[in-house]
T-cell receptor, first 111, second 111 residues
Framework: GQQVMQIPQYQHVQEGEDFTTYCNSS?????IQWYKQRPGGHPVFLIQ?????EVKKQKRLTFQFGEAKKNSSLHITATQTTDVGTYFC???????????FGKGTKLSVKP | DTEVTQTPKHLVMGMTNKKSLKCEQH?????MYWYKQKAKKPPELMFV???????INESVPSRFSPECPNSSLLNLHLHALQPEDSALYLC??????????FGPGTRLTVT
C-alpha cells in the first residue's frame, strides 16, 4: 500500500542552526500537508502544497514539493526554542481527506 | 469559533465499561475524522464522515462505534476495549477534505 517515509526520525540542533526534514512517497501525491505537534499537544496544520515544484514560505519555514509530486521537504532557518516539536508530513490517499502520515521528525533545540 | 473541542480530556475505563468520546466544531466543516495516536507514533486514521455520513472505516474493530448526530458533532462510542486500545484519540474537521484542524484529543487509558 501507499507509504510516506520521513527522515530523520530525530534531530537535535543548537539554537540558531538550520533544520530540514524530508518526506518521500511511494506513489504520486495529489497534495502534501505539513503539521506540527508540540509535546503533549495535538497536530496543528502548517501548510498544504498542491502543485509540482511548489515552494511556499512562512517566515523562517520553507516548504517544497518535488517536481514528480513524490517528495517534499520542510526547512527551518535559524531555529528557535519555540520550534521544538514533531513535524509530520501527510499525503492525501484519496479524495476524502484520508491522510497517510509520515512517522514524523522530532526536533529538539538546545538554547 | 475556530476550534475543535473534545471531551473528556482524560478517560480511564475498564474493559467491561461503555463510554463515549465527544467532538464538536462550529466552523461549518462538512468533513470530520477520528484518529488514534499511540505515543511517539503518527496519527492513524480510523473513520471519516462526509456530510454526516460515514465514508471511510479503516477496518476498525467493532468495539469502536462512530456516530455523527449532526454536522457539528461527532461521537465515538467505546465498548469492551482492550488495554492496547489505550491511546490519544484525536478528532479533526476539514472545510474541504484537505487541511485538517485537530482537537486537543482525549487521552484514554483502558485498565
Amino acid at each position: 500500500g501507499q507509504q510516506v517515509m520521513q527522515i530523520p526520525q530525530y534531530q537535535h540542533v543548537q539554537e540558531g542552526e538550520d533544520f530540514t526534514t524530508y518526506c518521500n512517497s511511494s506513489t504520486t501525491l495529489s497534495n502534501i500537508q505539513w503539521y506540527k505537534q508540540r509535546p503533549g499537544g495535538h497536530p496543528v496544520f502548517l501548510i498544504q502544497l498542491v502543485k509540482s515544484g511548489e515552494v511556499k514560505k512562512q517566515k523562517r519555514l520553507t516548504f517544497q514539493f518535488g517536481e514528480a509530486k513524490k517528495n517534499s521537504s520542510l526547512h527551518i532557518t535559524a531555529t528557535q526554542t519555540t520550534d521544538v516539536g514533531t513535524y509530520f508530513c501527510a499525503g492525501a490517499r484519496g479524495s476524502q481527506g484520508n491522510l497517510i502520515f509520515g512517522k514524523g521528525t522530532k526536533l529538539s533545540v538546545k538554547p | 469559533d475556530t476550534e475543535v473541542t473534545q471531551t473528556p480530556k482524560h478517560l480511564v475505563m475498564g474493559m467491561t465499561n461503555k463510554k463515549s468520546l465527544k467532538c464538536e466544531q462550529h466552523m461549518g466543516h462538512r468533513a470530520m475524522y477520528w484518529y488514534k495516536q499511540k505515543a511517539k507514533k503518527p496519527p492513524e486514521l480510523m473513520f471519516v464522515y462526509s456530510y454526516e455520513k460515514l465514508s471511510i472505516n479503516e477496518s476498525v474493530p467493532s468495539r469502536f462505534s462512530p456516530e455523527c448526530p449532526n454536522s457539528s458533532l461527532l461521537n465515538l462510542h467505546l465498548h469492551a476495549l482492550q488495554p492496547e486500545d489505550s491511546a490519544l484519540y484525536l478528532c479533526a474537521s476539514s472545510p474541504n477534505q484537505y487541511e485538517q484542524y485537530f482537537g486537543p484529543g482525549t487521552r484514554l487509558t483502558v485498565t
